[in-house]
């Protein structure tokens, strides 16, 4: 089994700033590309920022400049740090990340739970 947990959300002002952690656990062989989504209520799920097993990254145009994906490999884990929040930025965040298990070394997408990120004052 695999799992991927998220941590960090919560309600913060708007200009604010928010870390979020995901960590991936279980019968894991590898990780390659690991990526963050989120989900606004009444819309699709969209890409924010995806990072590759060497440390390329990537973001949506939406949060070029504010948003910062990073990993680490030897603790399995992705993290995004968020500042300069805005209000539009509220959703709920997911985690998302390519894993070879030790299973059957097959390659598999897994998807944690989400977190909630609300920007409100």
């Known amino acids: 089994q695999v799992q991927l947990v998220e941590s960090g959300g919560g309600l913060v002002q708007p200009g604010g700033s928010l870390r979020l952690s995901c960590a991936a656990s279980g019968s894991i062989f590898s990780i390659y590309a690991m990526s963050w989504y989120r989900q606004a209520p009444g819309k699709q799920r969209e890409l924010v920022a995806h990072?590759?097993?060497?440390?390329?990254?990537n973001y949506a145009d939406f949060v070029k400049g504010r948003l910062t994906i990073s990993r680490d490999n030897a603790k399995n884990t992705v993290s995004l740090q968020m500042n300069t929040l805005k209000p539009e930025d509220t959703a709920v965040y997911y985690c998302n990340a390519q894993i070879v298990r030790t299973t059957d070394f097959l390659l598999a997408n897994y998807w944690g739970q989400g977190t909630q990120v609300t920007v409100s004052s």
């Open positions: 990072i590759s097993k060497g440390g390329d990254t």
